[in-house]
């Protein structure tokens, strides 16, 4: 990526995610194709740390979560772990993925194929998800004899319903591209050739809206979709929409407007 920072990218032989940030836009990118990027648990503790360096830098408005190769990820590696290393492994996992939801940024998934397993709920903690016409989603979880952790199964009933979720967990229903899209699994279905100009094209659109209001209503809109709110949540809220209404960039946003010029948000 022209301009990423060169300091910021895992090791390639490791085949670990890689982080690079370009300005406003962030990307990670799942890096084992050969095995439609399973994760380890190598890569668990990789993803952990370049979200946190990506929340830390406070110019990133876009995460772009992206995969190697056919597919962009066929779960967790369940097979290198037993007993009570299985129950970590799934907890750190559940982690992982409340992690991706609370994120700073607003995310972009990039799901170019097969979508499997727990990488359906990290793809479900992104604010947007594309795909193409070769997406695929599927949880055999029932198959396995594995019940899925209780986050992800609430991501699910929040995001997609109860009645789609019951077709995903209990009847291991496969999904393909349309159906994803109809469920609400996809945002936007795009011709394979056209998919990097198309996220590309959408994470800078992303990354140009004002900066407070964009992220303020982004965790504005995943509290109120939890369920109830406390006063403490009802306060954030609140200071949230008042910080928006008081800043320089809705001045420059209304300002901008009235030239018909595209505005400069400051994120002040």
């Known amino acids: 990526m022209a301009g990423a920072d060169s300091d910021l990218t895992a090791d390639s032989s490791a085949g670990l995610p890689s982080l690079a940030i370009d300005g406003r836009i962030a990307t990670i990118t799942l890096r084992r194709p050969q095995v439609a990027n399973l994760l380890e648990l190598e890569d668990?503790?990789?993803?952990?740390e370049h979200l946190a360096t990506v929340n830390a830098r406070?110019?990133?408005?876009?995460?772009?979560?992206?995969?190697?190769?056919?597919?962009?990820?066929?779960?967790?590696?369940?097979?290198r772990v037993r007993g009570a290393d299985a129950a970590a492994a799934g907890t750190r996992f559940e982690a992982l993925s409340e992690a991706i939801e609370a994120a700073r940024p607003v995310t972009v998934a990039v799901l170019q194929g097969g979508v499997y397993g727990g990488a359906t709920d990290l793809?479900?903690?992104?604010?947007?998800?594309?795909?193409?016409?070769?997406?695929?989603?599927?949880?055999?979880?029932?198959?396995?004899?594995?019940?899925?952790?209780?986050?992800?199964?609430?991501r699910y009933v929040s995001r997609l319903g109860l009645q789609t979720t019951r077709?995903?967990?209990?009847?291991?229903?496969?999904?393909d591209a349309a159906a994803m899209r109809g469920a609400g699994m996809?945002?936007?279905?795009?011709?394979?050739?056209?998919?990097?100009h198309e996220v590309e094209a959408f994470c800078a659109q992303l990354a140009g809206m004002a900066p407070l209001a964009l992220l303020g209503m982004k965790r504005s809109l995943n509290r109120l979709a939890d369920g109830p709110l406390d006063a403490a949540a009802e306060a954030d809220i609140a200071a949230s929409i008042a910080r928006a209404a008081a800043s320089e960039d809705l001045?420059?946003?209304?300002?901008?407007w009235a030239a018909k010029r595209a505005p400069v948000f400051q994120g002040r």
């Open 44 to 48: 668990l503790a990789a993803l952990d």
């Open 58 to 79: 406070q110019e990133v408005r876009v995460l772009r979560l992206q995969a190697e190769g056919r597919h962009f990820c066929s779960g967790f590696n369940i097979g």
């Open 123 to 154: 793809a479900l903690a992104c604010d947007f998800r594309l795909g193409t016409p070769a997406s695929e989603w599927r949880v055999p979880a029932a198959r396995l004899g594995l019940h899925y952790y209780r986050g992800g199964l609430a």
């Open 167 to 175: 077709r995903v967990m209990l009847a291991a229903e496969t999904f």
């Open 186 to 196: 996809l945002d936007r279905i795009v011709p394979s050739a056209e998919l990097a």
């Open 251 to 256: 001045q420059e946003g209304a300002a901008a």
